[in-house]
Structures are given as structure tokens and as C-alpha cells.
Antibody, heavy 125, light 114 residues
Framework: QVQLVQSGAEVKKPGASVKLSCKASGYTFTTYAMHWVRQAPGQRLEWMGWINADNGDSKYSQKFQGRVTITTDTSASTAYMELSSLRFEDTAVYYC??????????????????WGQGTLVTVSS | QPVLTQPPSSSASPGESARLTCTLPSDINVATYNIYWYQQKPGSPPRYLLYYYSDSDQGQGSGVPSRFSGSKDASANTGILLISGLQSEDEADYYCMIWPSNVVFGGGTKLTVL
């Protein structure tokens, strides 16, 4: 069965960076895109960006452009999301989610059918 | 970044139906996009419910009961999630989503089953 297992909770100081991981299993990693979505306490879901796990092409929300980097290690079936210059308002649960089928390098939209369990990132001085 | 507007809250009694809406901005035609719906309960990641494009192009998430269904109101540029035969377990937050070039989530509706 498809599983996305995320790394553990992090506590960071303002200005620091955090790098989260998302290990996939139960499917061929390179046949889907991987997205990162965050949710601040009591707030809405907020899409951050995604990566084509086949060719490594990535796309980011304008809100996070310049601060977020999504990468993959295909040999480990793992996606990573690094967020830099952390602010208090970056305190949130960060989810990875599988969506978008990859065929011949092209991503076709598909539902966010599988989600990781979430990683809480707390930014505190 | 477009904004999808969802009412912050809705309520209905067990056995009744709930109609949750997701209004797209005027410059994005609802007829053009799949509308995806997700359910989220406290402390859990979202769960994919269904997508709706048209009556002939729609899909249900794995294990999602048929009492969850989607539709569109083109005149209101709105996507709709209909939950019939409400059960207490349906109490949750519901998010709509579209995926034009970038992914956009709505603000979510908290459904209370009275």
C-alpha cells in the first residue's frame, strides 16, 4: 500500500532553515509528482510547491518563491522540502502529498490521494 | 494567486443533507476545471473525497461513500459538495481545490452535525 512517512517535529529559531523529508513506499516513486502543503494552527491548507519526481522539475507558490526548495532522492524514494529564513508565522504542520501522474516527463493533474502524517515545525526564539 | 471562497461554517442535523460551496473568482471559469474536495478531521491530514468536472467526468476517492457527491453551478461560478444522509462522523473541515497552473485551496468550511 502507498505510504508517505515524514520526518519528526522540528523547533527552529527565526532566521534558521529547516529541511523536512518524506519517504514514499508502495509505488514507483518517479511516476508521480510530490507536493508540499502546510497548515498553520487553526488555518487553511496552503500549497507550497511540487516536484516532478521523474525529472526533478519543481514549481513553487509565489508566496514562498526564493525561500523554499523541493528536491528528491530517487534512490531513496524520498522527497525533501527546505524552507529558509524562518519566521514565527512559519509555525505550522507541513504535509507532503502525492498528486500528478508523470508520463514521458509531463505531469497530469490528479487528486492528492495520499498524504504524509505531517511534521510540526515550530519557530520560536 | 486566485482565491477560492468557502463559507467558514455550515451546520445540519443527522440524516439531512449539507451543501457546501466553493466560489471561484470571476476570472476563472468553473466549467474549465476539476474541483477537488477534501475532508479533514482534527489532528489528521486531509482525506481526498472526490473530484467533479462534469456529470460524465467525475470520480470518487477510494472508500468514499456515494452519499458524497459533487456538482457545479455555472451561473454562480461555484463548485458544490453535497453530503446526503449526514452522519455524526461527517463533522469535519472540508476544503475545495483547483489546479490550474498552481494548486489553490479554498479557505475551508467547518461542518457541524447538530
Amino acid at each position: 500500500q502507498v505510504q508517505l512517512v515524514q520526518s519528526g517535529a522540528e523547533v527552529k529559531k527565526p532566521g534558521a532553515s529547516v529541511k523536512l523529508s518524506c519517504k514514499a513506499s508502495g509505488y514507483t516513486f518517479t511516476t508521480y509528482a510530490m507536493h508540499w502543503v502546510r497548515q498553520a494552527p487553526g488555518q487553511r491548507l496552503e500549497w507550497m510547491g511540487w516536484i516532478n519526481a521523474d525529472n526533478g522539475d519543481s514549481k513553487y507558490s509565489q508566496k514562498f518563491q526564493g525561500r523554499v526548495t523541493i528536491t528528491t532522492d530517487t534512490s531513496a524514494s524520498t522527497a525533501y522540502m527546505e524552507l529558509s529564513s524562518l519566521r514565527f508565522e512559519d509555525t505550522a504542520v507541513y504535509y507532503c502529498a502525492r498528486a500528478g501522474t508523470v508520463t514521458a516527463g509531463t505531469v497530469t493533474t490528479s487528486p492528492f490521494g495520499y498524504w504524509g502524517q505531517g511534521t510540526l515545525v515550530t519557530v520560536s526564539s | 494567486q486566485p482565491v477560492l471562497t468557502q463559507p467558514p461554517s455550515s451546520s445540519a442535523s443527522p440524516g439531512e443533507s449539507a451543501r457546501l460551496t466553493c466560489t471561484l473568482p470571476s476570472d476563472i471559469n468553473v466549467a474549465t476545471y476539476n474541483i477537488y474536495w477534501y475532508q479533514q478531521k482534527p489532528g489528521s491530514p486531509p482525506r481526498y473525497l472526490l473530484y467533479y468536472y462534469s456529470d460524465s467526468d467525475q470520480g470518487q476517492g477510494s472508500g468514499v461513500p456515494s452519499r458524497f457527491s459533487g456538482s457545479k453551478d455555472a451561473s454562480a461560478n461555484t463548485g458544490i459538495l453535497l453530503i446526503s444522509g449526514l452522519q455524526s462522523e461527517d463533522e469535519a473541515d472540508y476544503y475545495c481545490m483547483i489546479w490550474p497552473s498552481n494548486v489553490v485551496f479554498g479557505g475551508g468550511t467547518k461542518l457541524t452535525v447538530l
